[in-house]
């Protein structure tokens, strides 16, 4: 299974809505989660089974989809937001990662 | 606090192995399934591997099938990846990561990798 995230790369200002698109080459039902990850640093867990928040991830993080279709949307950018994010699929073996996303600073 | 330690990592000839250690402490390790991803450098995440809590599943990814194996210690709370016939891109850091995978209805589920280690870095050079 291919996951496409779109766009590749972003730029935003502080305060702006953003939607990120991760497509899968077949049907995943909702197993797809996000991470963030920030230079130098592991991935962070952001959202899992589609639409969950991770335990301490803020609230202006959300999900949503299903099938194939599935968006990451940042309500109000945060100086701390500026990371690359990547969805994965835990649908069946191999449990593959999209491209990434990287969201930087406008 | 869940802590995951990577060690193991280093520079390796192609040909050569390596082996890979992650040591989990803050939680009870054995009720969880393990990943290991790695990233190559300046690229995206690559998943490797996953075994399953009690030890009895593990799939791999193609680019690493029949040369690595994933295993576990669940009394010592250790993960390993034993890497052999090492490639120039095998190159990358790994991490080693958890999974509150469960059983339902005799299936397995992964969820998600919730924590994650620091990474190590593999080089592999000749």
């Known amino acids: 299974i291919q996951l496409t995230q779109s766009p590749s790369s972003l730029s935003a200002s502080v305060g702006d809505r953003v939607t990120i698109t991760c497509r899968a080459s077949?049907?995943?039902?909702?197993?797809l989660a996000w991470y963030q990850q920030k230079p130098g640093r592991a991935p962070k867990l952001l959202i899992y089974?589609?639409?969950t928040l991770q335990s301490g991830v803020p609230s202006r993080f959300s999900g949503s989809g299903s099938g194939t279709d599935f968006t990451l949307t940042i309500s109000s950018l945060q100086p701390e937001d500026f990371a690359t994010y990547y969805c994965?699929?835990?649908?069946?073996?191999?449990?593959?990662f999209g491209q990434g996303t990287k969201l930087e600073i406008k | 606090q869940v802590h995951l330690v990577e060690s193991g990592g280093g520079v390796v000839q192609p040909g050569r192995s390596l082996r890979l250690s992650c040591a989990a402490s803050?939680?009870?390790?054995?009720?969880?399934?393990m990943h290991w991803v790695r990233q190559a450098p300046g690229k995206g995440l690559e998943w490797v591997a996953v075994?399953?809590?009690?030890?009895?599943?593990?799939y791999y990814a193609d680019s690493v099938k029949g040369r690595f194996t994933i295993s576990r210690d669940n009394s010592k709370n250790t993960l390993y990846l034993q890497m052999n016939s090492l490639r120039l891109e095998d190159t990358a850091v790994y991490y080693c990561a958890r999974d509150p995978a469960y059983y339902h209805s005799g299936n397995y589920y992964n969820v998600a990798l919730d924590y994650w280690g620091q990474g190590t870095p593999v080089t592999v050079s000749s």
């Open positions: 089974a589609a639409s």
């Open positions: 077949q049907v995943i039902s909702t197993y």
């Open positions: 803050g939680f009870t390790f054995r009720n969880y399934a």
């Open positions: 075994i399953s809590n009690d030890d009895s599943n593990n």
């Open positions: 994965q699929h835990l649908n069946s073996y191999p449990y593959t």
